[in-house]
């Protein structure tokens, strides 16, 4: 597996329209697309800067893993995961697993923008949540 790019930058916020007013006032970019992710419990908004995409992702419900990021970040939101682009997900999961890295997805699963996803347990990682994901 190599990554081609980053796909995107993921960042938890504990309310999207004030976060969506920041990224767009303060940092100048745009939104070009909000959608809730049902079975992830998250709703989505994403920016482009440069070829890099910003994902901010507000939980819709207090079982969601990111309303749980946030309640461990005290109450506020933060950096929460980066995305690499890879040809097939499941074949760097599998690749991934075969090194000895812990996967929090052992298959691949539909992500926003229709993304296929996996993610890599920070545990293993570094310290850093990844996320693979493909078209």
Not at 1 to 10: A, N, S
Not at 91 to 106: C, F, H, N, P
Not at 111 to 133: D, M, Q, R
Request: aromatic share 6%; charged share 25%; hydrophobic share 35%.
């Amino acid at each position: 597996m190599t990554p081609t790019h980053v796909e995107h930058i993921g960042i938890a916020v504990t309310n999207l329209d004030e976060a969506i007013r920041y990224w767009e006032d303060v940092m100048g970019l745009k939104c070009y697309a909000i959608e809730e992710v049902t079975d992830q419990k998250v709703k989505t908004a994403f920016f482009k800067c440069g070829d890099v995409k910003i994902e901010l992702l507000e939980p819709t419900s207090p079982e969601s893993t990111i309303a749980t990021f946030i309640e461990k970040n005290g109450g506020k939101g933060g950096m929460h995961h980066i995305a690499f682009a890879v040809d097939n997900t499941d074949s760097a999961l599998a690749e991934t697993a075969e090194k000895g890295v812990r996967l929090i997805d052992k298959q691949s699963r539909r992500g926003a923008e229709g993304l296929n996803i996996g993610f890599l347990h920070p545990k293993s990682t570094l310290g850093v949540l990844t996320e693979l994901c493909c078209k």
